[in-house]
Structures are given as C-alpha cells and as structure tokens.
C-alpha cells in the first residue's frame, strides 16, 4: 500500500474512533437480517417442498410445529432486526457526522488563512459539506454491505459445500461472479480517477465553484457584459454532469440486470447440479428446494456489491481531499497558548514573509519598535505589503525568519484568542452582516453601551449619516452592508474597531473614498481621542504625518525590502 493511502486509512481510523461500537453494532445486526431472511426463505422452501411429499406420499402425520415456529421466528427476527438494523446504522452514521465535520473544521481554522490560500471558497465550503457526507455515507454504502458479502461468500459456500462439494463450488462461483467480478468490470474504470462517478463529482464540484463566482461577482460581470459567457459555461458543465449521470445511471441498472441474471443462473445450476443428487439419494427434494432458496436470499448480499465498487471511488476522493486539508493544517505550527501581555510595545525583529509559491518575500528583514501608545504610519504603493504587514501583527501569517514580539512575547507563543482581545483591525475591505447597525457594531464587543457605539461612530465620521437614519442604531444594513454606500461601510467598519476599546487599533486604508479635509479631521480626531493606546494607520494617500511619531516607509527601490523612514525617528 501507497504511502498517502496508508497515511488515509490512518486518518480514517482517527476519525471514526470512538464511533467503532455503533459502527460494528449496525454491521452485525445487517448481518443478523440477513440470517432471518435465508432461514425464512429457506425453511419456507423445505417446508412446503416436504408437505406436499408427505401429503402426496399419503402420510399420516407431519411434525409442522417445528418448521412453522421457525420460519414464524426468522419472519420476526427478520422484521425487528431489520427495524434495529436502520435505527443503529443511522444512529452510527450521524454520530460519525457529528463529530467529522466538527473535528475538521477545529483542526483546519486555526490554520486558515495559510492553508486556504490557492483553494477555492467553495472548494473548502464543499470538502466541508460534500465530502464529509460522502464518507460518512460510506458507512452505509460501502462498509455495512461489504462486511455482510465478505461473510455469506465464506459462510454460504462451506455451509452447502457440506451438503454436497459441487454446491459449495457452485454458491462460491456465483457469489465472486455476482459480488466481486461484476462490480470490478462495471466500475474498474473509476479506481483510476476515471469513470461516471468521479466525473459527476469533478462536475458539481465546478458548479459549486462557478455558481459562487456568478453570485458575488454578478454586478461586474454584468458591467463586462460576461454574464452570457458565464452561464453558457456553467451550462456547459450542468451537460457534462447530465451525461455523467446518465453513464452513472446505465451502470447501475446493467450491475442490478447483470446480479440479477447471475443469480438466476446460479439456481439453474443448483437445480443441474442438485436434481441428480435427489435421484441419486444423496439429497431429499425439500432440502433442494432449501439449497435453491437459500442461494437466492444469500445473492442479495452479492447484489449489493455493484454500488459499494461505485461508491469506492466517491469516497476515496473524498477521504484524499480531507486528508490533504487536514494534513496542510497539522503542517502548520501550533498556535501559541500564552496568555495576554501586561504590555502592549510592539517589536518586530528581522522579519522577513513571503507567500507560498511566491517568486520574491513580500518583507524582508524588517525591524520596527513601536511603544504602547505609540503612532506608526506605514506608506507605500500598492502591492508593497502594508497588509501582510498587518496579517503578520494579528498573527494570521507567521514570518518565514524573525519574530513579532507583543510586551515581550513572541506572538507564536500567544495564544490567537489573547492576541486577538489585545489588537482592533478596521480592513481595507470592511466584511459587514446582515443585521442592524448595532449588531454590526456589538460583534467586537457585545454589550458595549450605545453611547459608546454613538461615540465611535461619530470618530470614524459615521455620526452624519446616523442623525439621517430615522431607525437610528436599529437600522438594516441589508446583506454584505448592501444598503450602506462603500465609504459609509468602511466608517461603520472603523466605528466596529473602535468599539473593542483595544491597547493596540490598526486602520487600513482609513482615508479611502474620503474627501481629504474629512479624513485629516477624522485622523486628527482618532488621535486625540486614542491616548494612551497604540495606533497604526496604513496608508497609500497623503497623511498629516505630524499626527504619528514615526513613519515606515515600504517603498523601497526593492519593494520585496523595507526602508525604514529615519527622518522621524525611533524606527529601527
Ligand atoms: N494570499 C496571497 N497569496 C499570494 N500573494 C499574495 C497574497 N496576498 C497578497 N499577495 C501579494 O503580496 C504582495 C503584497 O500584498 P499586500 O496586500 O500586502 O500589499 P499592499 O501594500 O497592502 O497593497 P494595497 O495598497 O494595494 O492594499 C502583492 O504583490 C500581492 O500580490
């Protein structure tokens, strides 16, 4: 076995413990069903077969008391096991899915973003929802049947090989045909990534993919007049993943056709095998008809196995995707667990970042004090790194070489959620919910009293538009903060910052889509009403640089380096 194949199985088995009892629980009571239905049908076959020799042979008395009570019992045992059966295995299932997707999300969150960089948003949404549910459902589709088929191909052929050989041959034959040959021929295709299956998953994958980017980006694809091109190729993939199913469907019902003749044949051939027997006194006609009855009950489980080969592969990609996240999460390092500092100077120390697969570091061997309280100004163009700058600070990314350090702790060692209550970022690109403008602004800090929220929102310039809201505080900002204008989401979201009251705010970009005289009062106003805690406003426009203490320029003739501004002094 491959070693990712290997490292998968591991990872199975890490995810399903503590489920196992459930899990083997639903497999013996599967099997338990399947043991009322053969001895149904086969105690009902000999039982008729042998009344109507005895009634034809003119005997006098029959002992049908004990055939009756069995085949009143397996009716029974077939029907409750068969009710306790589906209530286990679901059971099972639900509590494997209960703790898969919580297992995958608190392994991979504290990695992002790192390890989501490259994956599509609704690539991760999709291993979170689609392939969770494919591998619980393999429980159901593939573990519970193959356990059943891998017991009636060894217990069935030796319980009629001890009949007569030829028989036990015969049941093996039938059930590898039925249960093992069968499926591989119809679906050999997909163990190689191929096949219908796999296909239609690559196919809704994509549709997910392509249907997320229509609805967010619907407004500029309509600027681009794209629209059209958009949803010809979203058609284009709805086609494809018709004709998958189709593949996929025909697939099904030549395995169910083929099962179904195979066990046909298989009773012919213990008829063939078996009437001779009967003549020949070896066999008595009622234990024929049991012969010919139970092969039929036990080629249910073998009927099975086409749709455990197909869901093989679903379920295979599916555990590779999971794996492949998880594995990227758990490369990363541990998050910290120190708690907060007493202090809030910040040091960075050397530091140099570069993307993964990037050419060149974004930073390199920056070094930086900034004492609580301080007022740090970073400039620079676009594309500089002034926002890795800040995903560094909050910890998002860690340096490739260096350290951050907050009151003297290195911010790896920090636990996030403690760095987090330390630091307010107010982003470039504000993410807003839908709700009212105080629960936007409660996120942060809940419970804050609303003159604080009025405060912040009068700092961050929001105050005007509040006094023309009739709803005040209440009022619905629609999805996304459609009903607010972009300069007015980008206040409220600096209002939000402001909010947390934290020892150290971050503000990036603040001054964007603001008249300049408004965003120098705005800086002029933060500043003063920020004594005592640490600010640092990322700017590309023109700032009152006489508001910070000291400036960190990142426009150096490299702009993989950083030039520290020694003009103003205390850099460095
Ligand atoms: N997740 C990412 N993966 C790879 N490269 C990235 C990623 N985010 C940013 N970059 C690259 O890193 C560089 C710095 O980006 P950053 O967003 O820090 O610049 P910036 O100075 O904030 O720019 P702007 O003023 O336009 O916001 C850019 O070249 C950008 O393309």
């Not at 096991?81 to 509590?95: D, M, P, S």
């Not at 096949?195 to 229509?214: F, N, S």
């Not at 019902?253 to 020949?280: D, E, F, M, Y």
């Not at 794996?323 to 390092?333: G, K």
Request: aromatic share 4%; proline share 6%.
């Amino acid at each position: 076995m491959s070693v990712p194949a290997r490292r998968r199985l591991k990872r199975l088995f890490a995810l399903t413990r503590g489920r196992w009892v459930w899990l083997l629980l639903g497999i013996v009571l599967s099997l338990a069903t399947l043991a009322g239905s053969v001895a149904l049908m086969a105690t009902s076959g000999w039982f008729i077969t042998a009344m109507a020799m005895a009634g034809a042979a003119g005997a006098t008395s029959f002992n049908y008391f004990t055939p009756a009570a069995i085949i009143r019992a397996a009716a029974i045992g077939r029907t409750l096991g068969r009710y306790g059966e589906r209530l286990v295995t679901h059971e099972a299932v639900l509590r494997l899915l209960a703790g898969l997707r919580g297992r995958l999300f608190a392994t991979i969150e504290p990695a992002a973003p790192a390890i989501l960089d490259g994956l599509h948003g609704a690539d991760a949404a999709g291993r979170l929802q689609a392939d969770v549910d494919r591998l619980q459902g393999a429980y159901l589709t593939v573990l519970v049947p193959s356990a059943v088929f891998l017991v009636v191909l060894i217990a069935a052929p030796l319980g009629l090989g001890w009949l007569d050989p030829g028989l036990g041959f015969l049941a093996l034959g039938g059930l590898l045909l039925g249960g093992v040959a069968l499926p591989l021929t119809l679906w050999a295709g997909d163990r190689k990534g191929g096949g219908p299956a796999a296909e239609e998953a690559a196919c809704l994958d994509a549709l997910r993919g392509g249907a997320v980017d229509l609805v967010q980006g619907l407004p500029d694809l309509l600027a681009c007049q794209a629209e059209g091109a958009w949803i010809a190729a979203l058609e284009e993939e709805g086609r494809r993943l018709d004709a998958a199913q189709r593949r996929r469907v025909g697939r099904e019902a030549l395995g169910s056709a083929g099962g179904g003749l195979i066990a046909g044949l298989s009773l012919w051939g213990a008829l063939l095998v078996g009437i001779p027997l009967v003549g020949a006194g070896a066999l008595t006609a009622p234990q024929l008809t049991l012969v010919a009855l139970l092969l039929m009950a036990v080629f249910e489980a073998a009927q099975a196995m086409p749709a455990v080969a197909q869901a093989l592969p679903g379920v295979g990609r599916a555990l590779a995707r999971i794996d492949d996240l998880m594995s990227a999460a758990e490369a990363q390092p541990a998050p910290g667990t120190a708690p907060p500092p007493a202090a809030s100077d910040l040091a960075l120390k050397g530091v140099t970042f570069a993307y993964p697969r990037a050419l060149r570091p974004v930073l390199k061997d920056l070094s930086l004090d900034l004492p609580a309280g301080g007022r740090l100004l970073v400039k620079g163009p676009s594309g500089a790194g002034k926002s890795s700058l800040i995903a560094l600070i909050t910890g998002l990314r860690r340096p490739d070489a260096g350290r951050l350090t907050l009151g003297g702790v290195d911010l790896a060692e920090l636990d996030p959620e403690a760095l987090r209550r330390r630091l307010a970022v107010a982003e470039q690109r504000v993410c807003l919910f839908s709700g009212s403008l105080r629960d936007n602004l409660l996120l942060g800090r809940p419970g804050a009293p609303p003159e604080a929220l009025r405060r912040a929102l009068a700092l961050s310039g929001f105050g005007p538009v509040l006094e023309a809201l009739p709803d005040g505080l209440d009022t619905q900002i629609g999805e996304g903060g459609r009903g607010l204008s972009g300069g007015e989401a980008r206040r409220l979201g600096l209002a939000r910052a402001l909010v947390m009251e934290a020892p150290l705010l971050i503000l990036d970009e603040p001054l964007e889509g603001l008249a300049p005289d408004q965003g120098r009062a705005i800086l002029s106003g933060l500043a003063e009403a920020l004594q005592g805690r640490t600010l640092i406003v990322i700017s590309h426009l023109a700032v009152p640089t006489g508001l910070f203490d000291r400036t960190l320029d990142l426009s150096g003739p490299d702009l993989g380096g950083a030039v520290i501004d020694p003009s103003i002094g205390g850099v460095g």
